[in-house]
Nanobody, 114 residues
């Protein structure tokens, strides 16, 4: 069974940066597209960034130019570099595949103060 462990969240002031990591157990990591999601209080979970097995990237409009998704297949880890953070980026961040085929991890809390 695949397990997802997100880390790297925290409290940061607006304009600051954070780098999230998601460690994925299992040897199937390299063949899957991967994605970062977030869920703010009272809102639905939304996909914010995805990366294919070949490295192609897509972002939701609200994070374009500020967030960068990357992956290290040797470490079974996917990253989300978040720059120029805004209070509206406050949420719990999760990783999964774009099709959400794995059980969700615990997520990592990102709080951006104004």
């Amino acid at each position: 069974q695949v397990q997802l462990v997100e880390s790297g969240g925290g409290l940061v002031q607006a304009g600051g940066s954070l780098r999230l990591s998601c460690a994925v157990s299992g040897s199937i990591f390299s063949i899957n597209a991967l994605a970062w999601y977030r869920q703010a209080p009272g809102k639905q979970r939304e996909l914010v960034a995805r990366i294919t097995a070949g490295g192609s990237r897509n972002y939701v409009d609200s994070v374009k130019g500020r967030f960068t998704i990357s992956r290290d297949n040797a470490k079974n880890t996917v990253y989300l570099q978040m720059n120029s953070l805004k209070p509206e980026d406050t949420a719990v961040y999760y990783c999964n595949t774009p099709a959400m085929i794995w059980s969700w991890g615990q997520g990592t809390q990102v709080t951006v103060s104004s």
